[in-house]
T-cell receptor, first 107, second 114 residues
Framework: DAKTTQPNSMESNEEEPVHLPCNHS???????IHWYRQLPSQGPEYVIH???SNVNNRMASLAIAEDRKSSTLILHRATLRDAAVYYC????????FGTGTRLQVFP | DTGVSQNPRHKITKRGQNVTFRCDPI?????LYWYRQTLGQGPEFLTY????????KSRLLSDRFSAERPKGSFSTLEIQRTEQGDSAMYLC????????????FGNGTRLTVT
């Protein structure tokens, strides 16, 4: 399974944009890029996914590099409720999680 | 609430006992997954079903672990002769039948083996 690399932690202030990077240099042509987040004491929650084109939804935006070897999850205005562990995952028939990026949001 | 439901939320058991967890997926979802998560780590894949067929099992799933999905709806995960190392959060997820379909997770069953 192709692997992803994410920073262990990031910090942001409330109401500021947050860019969470992910490297996946061994991605194959059929791998979708998925992002999930996990709040304390909860199961992971789907955020967004994409294949080649940038994607937007109500939660976030996903910017995918042209060579698909990296991607960035963008939270346009961080809130305290966005404090969580964010996982970048390459999906085939199952998700293999890494350790993710712990995002802290300060008021 | 039509999300993924897991029961019980917490289970404390003594080493050597058997435990069984239940997962009720979202009704129209064909795929069902089990994961295990220990403190500070991401969820680890254990196994998944497409309808009632168990399609893949991780090497993490020792002989003491067994999962079933008899009618392609709910699933059970049984751990026999529990060990302290089995203490973890056991997560269930379900999805539609496509590789790119998002997984919907339950809030897990936290197992503590004393």
């Amino acid at each position: 399974d192709a692997k992803t690399t994410q920073p262990n932690s990031m910090e942001s202030n409330e109401e500021e944009p947050v860019h969470l990077p992910c490297n996946h240099s061994t991605i194959s042509g059929t791998d979708y890029i998925h992002w999930y987040r996990q709040l304390p004491s909860q199961g992971p929650e789907y955020v967004i996914h994409g294949l080649t084109s940038n994607v937007n939804n109500r939660m976030a935006s996903l910017a995918i590099a042209e060579d698909r070897k990296s991607s960035t999850l963008i939270l346009h205005r961080a809130t305290l409720r966005d404090a969580a562990v964010y996982y970048c995952i390459l999906n085939t028939d199952k998700l293999i999680f890494g350790t993710g990026t712990r995002l802290q949001v300060f008021p | 609430d039509t999300g993924v439901s897991q029961n019980p939320r917490h289970k404390i058991t003594k080493r050597g006992q058997n435990v069984t967890f239940r997962c009720d997926p979202i009704s129209e979802h064909n795929r069902l997954y089990w994961y295990r998560q220990t403190l500070g780590q991401g969820p680890e894949f254990l196994t998944y079903f497409q309808n009632e067929a168990q399609l893949e099992k991780s090497r993490l799933l020792s002989d003491r672990f067994s999962a079933e999905r008899p009618k392609g709806s709910f699933s059970t995960l049984e751990i026999q002769r529990t060990e302290q190392g089995d203490s973890a959060m056991y997560l269930c997820a379900s999805s539609l039948d496509a590789d790119s379909s998002p997984l919907h997770f339950g809030n897990g069953t936290r197992l503590t083996v004393t």
